[in-house]
């Protein structure tokens, strides 16, 4: 499989992290030509240090955010109809934790025509589109051109989810393509309660399995029930059991910047550990440098 990557880059420093640099030379192993869209105004010395991972380097205004970068790269490739492939990516996440090269080999059993490695049902179902896999005839396809002709500049986060990272997979899925998850999770009741992590996973459990059953204050099982499938970030709050179970090769730098769904993370350094290679240091240094803590 011959494959191109476009990867979106945006550093407050204006600097490529180290984390950034481990993450082009899992790609290398699985793209034959990288282009690399910044919206920071980068060094010259870190343009020489990506000119020996990237096939092209492009700094662009920040504005529009990572479609706009996407869009961008795009148009600078000549020859997109030689490859079988066509990767979308950002510096969101940390990894891989896993070699790239056994998720496209899992993937390639897949009978689809675009893929990523998780999805999401908030709003509606969509594709998370800090990695996302399109296929040649998809890519060949005039819809898929019509969707980013459309894109234009977006300021408001919430905005740019609505209309292209929720709206890019309800396109092409209305058009007559067919999505695929490469990393999925559903949870049992128990395994939910177990996610607050300890002690408040067994403190909860004691409290809603002992204690509110035998004093009568639980009138309804539903008031025990985990919230629904929609209002929940799967990376966010199953990450351990995404990692674990379904070989996940990446971890949100979201969680660990402000773990907005509360989910236990101070062992995330020993998951990674156990279950991968990846060096942790990447992670610790970047988090110091941006100072979110738990570093």
Known sequence: MKRVCIFAHYDRDNMVDRYVLNYLQGLRNVAQHIVFVSTSRLTDPDIETLGHLCDSVITRENVGHDFMSWQTGLTSIDDIAVYDELIVCNDSVYGPLYPLEMVFNRMAKQACDFWGITNDRHKAFHLDSYFIVFRKHLVASNPFKEFWQSITPEESKTRIIEKYEIGLTDYL????????????????????????????G?????WLFVVAPLSGVVPRWKQMAPPPRSSFVVTYSYWRELIIRRKMPFLKIGLLKSNP????????E??????????????????????????
């Open 202 to 206: 067994f403190h909860r459990c004691l």
């Open 261 to 268: 769904t509360g989910a236990y993370i101070d062992d995330y």
């Open 173 to 200: 899925v209305r058009e007559g393509f067919k999505p695929a998850t490469y990393a999925e999770y559903s949870p049992s009741f128990l395994r939910y309660l177990l996610t607050l992590g300890p002690p408040w």
């Open 270 to 295: 020993q998951v990674l550990k156990k279950y991968s290679n990846y060096d942790v240091t990447l992670i610790k240094n970047h988090l110091r440098r941006m100072k979110y803590g738990g570093a």
